[in-house]
């Protein structure tokens, strides 16, 4: 059943899904990690006189946990996509193969 | 702890050598307050910096793993059309995250130049603070007529002067936090314009949604400068032999979101006079969070301080803290949370004095915990020198200790994070 060269490549192409799937996205988590923790700064660090900076630097703080968890959920779809391509490129392959060799 | 830490200490110096000028020369009031606006904490500023620092090179892993990943697939594995768009666009996602790590750059070196200013202020506060001393000094003597009459009114005319030269350096500190600090902001809204134009359509509704919940902890900081400026103003007549003003002496307000989407709001003041034997501070907060537009409650913490400040006497504090938060709601969802607390105690007679801080924290999720105790010396409420050890197990049970030795003054001679241990 199935061409073994076939199912070797959409193997291949399943596996650069899962990597970025499993291996890449979390690596933002851990990207994030580090400004959640000690990136949070409190109204007074900047001193009083400093108030323009400390009602700035929230916004940037925030700018950066959207832009990270928008990346990193693209980079999701981006695997969902390419699982999803190597599903259609074996289907296709499959059924012009099948076309070959009728029943 | 680095050069950044000494801030405090110098700003330490500088408001007690201005108190002492205060009761002769009436300029030094408006030192005192001006002085009390231009407090920050350079070291927590260094420290978010060092923290920006390593999120920009878990981006550029971010990226190096992308490109090595989308690589690893021979041509002939995916020769179809789709293989071109998807190259595509892991290139253009590769270019956009360039943009989010040269963000991270950014808001990085804006921070170090707010804890150098604040810096560079603490060092000019604590020579003016001893030069005014001095002034408050002569001005007593011309009126015991140990130095002649005229003394007096010329000690007076400078101390005008030096009113109006730390005004000026509170607006040029006030100028360069100013200038620094909107860089945060605006560098956010032209790094997502230059996201969209590299493709990411959710850059631009990405920086809305910051301006919305920076925006709620934005007005928090500013009512808390706003209420303390008033306090600072209200309170800058405030003397140990001759207490005005009110008892409270600042608040704290916090309305901060992580990277969950978990806010963390609460408030706190420091009650107390400058004169007074002892100052209370205190606070609690909530956590909370919204999910899909369900109100999850996610823990709560307090806080407390008492200070005794006698007159002449040995000086002592101690505190504590308490805290717990659940990502997934308290008696909620089916994690569990996270309990910490601390103790903390100083001890001190005139400038110098000992510190100890406790901390413990377990998660009840994995299991894993940590305690840790730090000790040193102060001068005048910063750090001088100290040891920190921390020990901690990780959710397999694996222990491990690490020891920390900080010497600020060794960094200031030798430039750097030296002695680490």
């Known amino acids: 059943m199935g061409n073994p060269e076939l199912e070797f490549r959409t193997g291949n192409i399943k596996k650069l899904s899962g ?6 996205a979390p690596k933002f988590d851990q990207a994030m990690k580090h400004i959640d923790g000690d990136g949070t700064i409190e109204g007074g660090d900047f001193s009083i006189v400093g108030t323009v900076a400390a009602m700035s630097y929230p916004i940037g703080l925030q700018y950066a946990f959207q832009d990270l968890a928008t990346h990193k959920r693209q980079v999701e779809k981006y695997a969902d996509a390419v699982a999803a391509s190597a599903e259609n490129y074996r289907k296709s392959e499959e059924s012009s193969t099948v076309k070959r060799t009728p029943k | 702890m680095s050069l950044y830490g000494n801030d405090k200490m110098l700003m330490g110096i500088a408001k007690a050598e201005v ?4 009761p002769v020369l009436p300029p030094a009031w408006i030192v005192n307050f001006l002085f009390k606006l231009s407090e920050g904490d350079a070291a927590k500023l260094e420290k978010a910096a060092t923290a920006w620092e390593k999120t920009a090179q878990e981006i550029s892993g971010i990226i190096t793993s992308i490109r090595d990943t989308a ?8 020769n179809a059309e789709s293989r071109q768009m998807f190259e595509q ?4 996602m590769c270019e956009q995250l360039e943009q989010s790590r040269a963000f991270c750059e950014v808001v990085k070196n804006a921070l170090l130049v707010c804890a150098a200013a604040l810096l560079a202020y603490a060092v000019f506060a604590a020579a003016m603070g001893a030069y005014l001393a001095v002034l408050a000094a002569v001005f007593v003597a011309a009126i015991a007529g140990v130095v002649t009459a005229p003394a007096a009114s010329s000690a007076m005319a400078t101390a005008g002067v030096c009113l109006k030269i730390t005004y000026a350096a509170t607006a040029v500190l006030g100028g360069v936090l100013s200038i620094a600090g909107s860089i945060f902001g605006i560098h956010a809204w032209v790094t997502s314009g230059r996201q969209e134009k590299l493709g990411n359509t959710e850059a631009r509704a990405d920086f809305k949604q910051a301006m919305v919940s920076g925006g709620v902890t934005a007005l928090t900081n500013l009512a808390q400068n706003a209420a303390n400026t008033g306090l600072a103003y209200v309170n800058r007549f405030d003397m140990p032999h001759k207490p005005s003003g009110l008892p409270l002496q600042k608040i704290d307000l916090d309305a901060d979101r992580n990277k969950d989407g978990t806010w963390t709001v609460g408030g706190g003041g420091t009650v107390g006079r400058a004169g007074s034997p002892f100052s209370i501070e205190g606070g609690g907060n909530i956590k909370f969070s919204r999910n899909d537009g369900d109100f999850l409650f996610n823990g709560l913490g307090a806080e407390g301080k008492y200070s005794h400040t006698p007159p002449g006497g ?6 504590g803290k308490l805290d717990y938060s659940d990502e997934d709601g308290v008696f909620q969802g ?5 309990l910490s607390g601390g103790l903390n105690g100083e001890w001190g007679i005139g400038n110098g004095g000992a510190k100890l801080e406790t901390e413990g924290k377990k998660n009840f999720e994995d299991g894993s915990w940590k305690i840790s105790g730090s000790g040193g010396g102060t001068y005048q409420g910063g750090d001088v020198a100290g040891y920190k050890g921390e020990y901690e197990v990780n959710e397999k049970g694996e222990g491990q200790y690490q020891g920390t030795f900080n010497n600020p003054i060794y960094d200031i001679l030798h430039g750097g994070d ?3 241990k």
Not at chain 2, 19 to 22: D, I, L, R
Not at chain 2, 334 to 338: F, Q, R
Request: aromatic fraction near 6%.
């Open chain 2, 334 to 338: 089916p994690k569990n949370g996270e």
């Open chain 2, 89 to 92: 666009k892991v290139d253009a």
């Open chain 2, 71 to 78: 690589g690893k697939l021979a041509k002939e594995d995916w």
């Open chain 2, 314 to 319: 040995p000086q002592w504090s101690a505190g």
């Open chain 2, 19 to 22: 108190t002492a000028a205060m």
């Open chain 2, 418 to 420: 030296q002695g680490k």
């Open chain 1, 19 to 24: 990597d970025l799937k499993n291996t890449v």
